[in-house]
């Protein structure tokens, strides 16, 4: 009989989807950065901004063009936190709302004064990775995607087979290209490193093995 064993601890990566006209505006990106910190730690990677042109799906709620780029960061996190991690980018995702480009309405983040929801002005998707894998949060079901908890799905995007990270029959276009696979590769050197050092010594986890796994701050 296998023994259960507390899982080992993973990099917390946010996709970030923003248009070039939040980009450009003052103060916008920083916050949207600063606010993502506060909830989850410090961020020891961003990627560049890449071009997102595989659907024309958001262009109407966020504004076109889109730009995407990730943002992932030190603290690694218990893979059981996905979930609530998904819970907080979308409180965030809402937070956010009334931060539109033009017109910015008057009324707090969520339903305008006419009980409408405000469109989002910047789409926040969080995923998990280890050195085997890459797993997004999603709240929409789908035979490719597990129940997690409290609503929340995980899908597996991508599986690492050296020398790279190698889609599925499901994984969405952007994950699928050459950029974006050089980013996430990049932050999986980030990982393998951040255990390594952990295991001679260099962090928590190093006397007893696999590093530790533990709970995002969520503040």
Request: aromatic residues 8%; charged residues 25%; contains cysteine.
């Amino acid at each position: 009989m296998g023994e259960a064993k507390p899982f080992e601890a993973e990099k917390l990566v946010v996709a970030v989807l923003i248009s070039k006209a939040n980009l450009s505006r003052a103060g916008y990106w920083p916050r949207v950065r600063d606010r993502l910190e506060e909830i989850f730690g410090a961020i020891d990677y961003t990627s560049a901004e890449l071009p997102f042109a595989f659907t024309h799906y958001y262009d109407r709620e966020l504004g076109a063009p889109l730009f995407r780029l990730f943002v992932a960061f030190r603290e690694l996190v218990d893979p059981q936190a996905l979930p609530r991690i998904k819970i907080a980018t979308n409180t965030l995702e809402d937070e956010l709302r009334a931060c539109r480009t033009t017109n910015p309405p008057a009324a707090p983040a969520g339903p305008d004064r006419s009980g409408l929801r405000m469109p989002r002005s910047v789409n926040l998707d969080p995923g998990l990775m280890s050195l085997s894998r890459f797993v997004l949060a999603s709240t929409k079901d789908g035979s490719h995607r597990v129940p997690l908890a409290d609503g929340i799905f995980g899908e597996l995007t991508l599986q690492y087979q050296r020398p790279c990270f190698r889609p599925l029959p499901w994984t969405y276009p952007d994950y699928r290209s050459e950029k974006v696979q050089e980013v996430l590769l990049e932050i999986r050197g980030l990982l393998k490193a951040q255990r390594r050092d952990r295991r001679s010594g260099g962090g928590p986890g190093s006397e007893t093995g696999p590093p530790a796994a533990s709970a995002p701050r969520l503040r």
